[in-house]
């Protein structure tokens, strides 16, 4: 190919790099724009749905937004004053104690029934069935059907009658258990959640560890110590933040079947009659910023504690 007069032959080379270099960079930077494409659309209802929502909640914490007014008169900090200094809005955390209990129990559980189906357990795959069954009903379903199973002479009286209790207590009508009924409702629904969990942990440890443990003569609480307990801490730290945060955020269960009444109001329903039922959003939205916060606190202790395996390695 004839040159151009006065044109270096050394730049001819150079020349012709960059033209090919050229089609390469393009398609690279395709490649780096094209996973964003896809992301777009999850992102925009991820912003849209969760993070101004939030926003938001700010936002009306700090005024007296009575959520239909459209003027809303900013009151700064008022509104966490007064949650911080009226001991009625604190009480309610009481009944989570219940449901925090009754978390830790279903953890127990659990994780009980994971590792017993995880080894040669005659009908295991239909007693994974069962356990995991109820976490995919309706909440709502199933806060109707404990409804007529805790009502006087529902289901659970009649089993008993057949024992000879015949004066058994009301379930939902009386304060002092109440909160246990409704926290065993939350055990039996939430369970196979932490199964499924803990069994596909259990389930990801090499066979070889278990036959060399074997041949050392460990026994099935030391097997459970030194091999499945170490394997599953993220899973089991995962779970434990899930159930706290569970605890103090109950809604579902209790609004269903007592709407808060005889001593079940948790401190979701309480924000929720704040908000909807005396018309002070402002109010509510700053218990649930309170609600977020406390959230957040346990979840970063639980990363104190349960600290991913990478950077503790690091």
């Known amino acids: 190919m004839a040159l151009a007069e006065g044109t270096p032959l050394e730049t001819v080379p150079a020349r012709r790099r960059l ?3 050229g089609p390469r960079r393009s398609a690279a930077r395709g490649w780096r724009l094209t996973p964003w494409l896809f992301l777009i659309v999850p992102l925009g209802f991820l912003v849209l749905f969760t993070y101004v929502p939030v926003a938001n909640s700010f936002w009306y914490s700090v005024t007296d937004w009575d959520g239909l007014d459209p003027q809303q008169n900013f009151v700064g900090l008022d509104n966490y004053v007064q949650i911080f200094t009226r001991p009625e809005y604190f009480q309610v955390f009481a009944v989570s104690l219940f449901y925090l209990v009754g978390a830790i129990a279903q953890l127990g559980l659990a994780l009980l029934f994971a590792v017993l189906l995880s080894f040669r357990t005659r009908f295991k795959n239909f007693f ?3 356990i995991f069954f109820p976490y995919l009903i309706n909440g709502v379903a199933i806060g109707l059907m404990f409804l007529f199973f ?30 246990v009924s409704l926290a065993a409702t939350s055990v039996w629904r939430y369970m196979g959640l932490n199964f499924v969990l ?14 060399a443990a074997d041949l050392d003569g460990a026994n099935s609480w030391q097997k459970f110590r030194f091999i499945i307990l170490p394997s599953i801490r993220r899973i ?27 001593g079940s109001e948790t401190f979701v329903i309480q924000t929720v009659d704040t908000a909807f039922r005396y018309a002070q959003v402002g109010l509510a939205s700053a218990m649930a910023v309170v609600l977020l916060a406390i959230v ?14 990478k950077a503790s390695v690091q």
């Open 198 to 211: 803990f069994l596909g942990a259990i389930q990801s440890v090499p066979a070889e560890q278990y036959e």
């Open 150 to 179: 805790f009502r006087p002479g529902g289901t659970l009286d009649s089993v008993l009658a057949a024992f000879g209790v015949v004066d058994p207590p009301q379930w939902l009508g009386d304060p002092s258990i109440v909160n």
């Open 128 to 130: 994974k069935g069962v």
């Open 236 to 262: 089991l730290g995962l779970s434990l933040i899930l159930a706290v945060s569970g605890a103090l955020s109950a809604f579902e269960m209790p609004y269903i079947m007592t709407g808060g009444a005889n």
């Open 296 to 309: 957040l606190l346990i979840t970063a202790v639980q990363r104190r504690f349960f600290p991913d395996e």
């Open 19 to 21: 033209r090919r270099a």
